[in-house]
T-cell receptor, first 113, second 115 residues
Framework: NAGVTQTPKFQVLKTGQSMTLQCAQD?????MSWYRQDPGMGLRLIHY???????DQGEVPNGYNVSRSTTEDFPLRLLSAAPSQTSVYFC????????????FGPGTRLTVT | AQSVTQLDSQVPVFEEAPVELRCNYS??????LFWYVQYPNQGLQLLLK??????LVKGINGFEAEFNKSQTSFHLRKPSVHISDTAEYFC?????????????FGQGTELSVKP
């Protein structure tokens, strides 16, 4: 099992550019989430999905788009990058069982200039 | 709504000393509680969790935490730390019966273990 994988590991964008952060999991988990991590603020939920075809907004969704066409993949799209989106992005997945453990990917460090 | 407060942003400690990382939460509904650890340049790894049952929870790497419902706290402890415990630690809550795995995180505590 590879667990949760994210690509790319690092990315530099110019303001206004768009890009997609990829996330995949091979554990057949129903639930997937995107978080951003900023110094002194912990992790904040951007978007989440409870299954293929179902997504919803988290705490900080503005400027981001998601879709979930398969159980395995949950890409995060930045529509028009802004310096405020400079952050480390983590994807996570969880099964629908009762242990509530979320498994995190290694993260993508994004810089917007 | 739920919120999580980690009372110390940085905790320096000498090797083999005990450590306590403090976490308080507020919620109008029952929650599950978690501690995650993040080693430098890595993702988050679950240390331990409280879902129900005994309020003293043991996790990996010798860590334990105690759920105190009356004080809405979930402090993390280790009786003797190692250099390898240097990392950032996050407390998090998840509303009971919440679908979608919506974790609410605290701000994080940087544990720095010195020789």
């Amino acid at each position: 099992n590879a667990g949760v994988t994210q690509t790319p590991k690092f990315q530099v964008l110019k303001t206004g550019q768009s890009m997609t952060l990829q996330c995949a999991q091979d554990m057949n988990h129903e639930y997937m989430s995107w978080y951003r991590q900023d110094p002194g603020m912990g992790l904040r939920l951007i978007h989440y999905s409870v299954g293929a075809g179902i997504t919803d907004q988290g705490e900080v969704p503005n400027g981001y788009n998601v879709s979930r066409s398969t159980t395995e993949d949950f890409p995060l799209r930045l529509l028009s990058a802004a310096p405020s989106q400079t952050s480390v992005y983590f994807c996570a997945s969880r099964g629908s069982g009762g242990d509530y453990e979320q498994y995190f990917g290694p993260g993508t460090r994004l810089t917007v200039t | 709504a739920q919120s999580v407060t980690q009372l110390d942003s940085q905790v320096p400690v000498f090797e083999e000393a005990p450590v306590e990382l403090r976490c308080n939460y507020s919620s109008s509904v029952s929650v599950y509680l978690f501690w995650y650890v993040q080693y430098p340049n890595q993702g988050l790894q679950l240390l331990l969790k409280y879902l129900s049952g005994s309020t003293l929870v043991k996790g990996i790497n010798g860590f334990e935490a105690e759920f105190n419902k009356s004080q809405t706290s979930f402090h993390l402890r280790k009786p003797s730390v190692h250099i390898s415990d240097t990392a950032e630690y996050f407390c998090a809550v998840n509303r009971v019966y919440n679908q979608g795995g919506k974790l609410i995180f605290g701000q994080g505590t940087e544990l720095s273990v010195k020789p």
